[in-house]
């Protein structure tokens, strides 16, 4: 079973301009979370989507936006980017919660965002 | 607003030796995870706790679960190399995928 995907891995940008990141879950899962990881702030939750929806977000400004497609597959978004935006952005995906259990999180392999 | 802490933050050991890293949270939740990250890698899962008194073991690692004392330990037993990574809890309710991790702990095992 192949595990979540990210592209890119790696990804320079300038400030001031905007990247588009994509997740695609492991086959099944139909709930996609997206993490941004710094040294400073450790791994902070921006944003969860299930069936297309945003189901919970973090405390993120508005730059951060995502969607998700109807194949479950789910891009992030960041407009305007800051040198404070370089990280590792993590997305996990999961199958929905179900009555009584649990919805254990997958992580893909992330990509390292750079801002110069 | 739910908040994980982890203790110790670095953890140097020697082989062999024992040591227990700890997570505390804030909030009534019923998941707790510990997760393990290799330098430049992702998130590997350890354990799932699900209930109180959960406990769960794999190889030299066992997890431990006391959700009155909102509390998480996880125990390292005779410490090898292999073992050096960081490792992060975190904690979610059980309608909510929104998770929380702690600030991870650093762990370097020494010969």
């Known amino acids: 079973k192949a595990g979540v995907t990210q592209t890119p891995r790696y990804l320079i940008k300038t400030r001031g301009q905007q990247v588009t990141l994509s997740c695609s879950p492991i086959s099944g899962h139909r709930s996609v979370s997206w993490y941004q990881q710094t040294p400073g702030q450790g791994l902070q939750f921006l944003f969860e989507?299930?069936?297309?929806?945003?189901?919970n977000k973090g405390n993120f400004p508005g730059r951060f936006s995502g969607r998700q497609f109807s194949n479950s597959r789910s891009e992030m978004n960041v407009s305007t980017l800051e040198l404070g935006d370089s990280a590792l952005y993590l997305c996990?995906?999961?199958?929905?919660?179900?009555?009584?259990?649990?919805?254990?999180?997958?992580f893909g392999p992330g990509t390292r965002l750079t801002v110069l | 607003e739910l908040k994980v802490e982890q203790n110790p933050l670095f953890l140097s050991m020697q082989e062999g030796k024992n040591y227990t890293i700890y997570c505390n949270y804030s909030?009534?939740?019923?998941?707790l995870y510990w997760y393990r990250q290799d330098p430049g890698k992702s998130l590997e899962s350890l354990f799932v706790?699900?209930?109180?008194?959960a406990v769960k073991q794999e190889g030299r690692l066992m997890a431990s679960l006391d959700t009155k004392a909102r509390l998480s330990t996880l125990h390292i037993t005779a410490a090898v190399h292999d073992l050096s990574a960081t490792y992060f809890c975190?904690?979610?309710?059980?309608?909510?995928?929104?998770?929380?991790f702690g600030a991870g702990t650093r762990l370097t095992v020494k010969p």
């Open positions: 706790l699900l209930s109180n008194g």
């Open positions: 989507y299930f069936s297309e929806t945003q189901r």
């Open positions: 996990a995906s999961s199958l929905p919660p179900t009555r009584g259990g649990y919805n254990e999180q997958f």
């Open positions: 975190a904690v979610a309710s059980r309608n909510n995928n929104d998770m929380r």
């Open positions: 909030t009534t939740s019923d998941r």
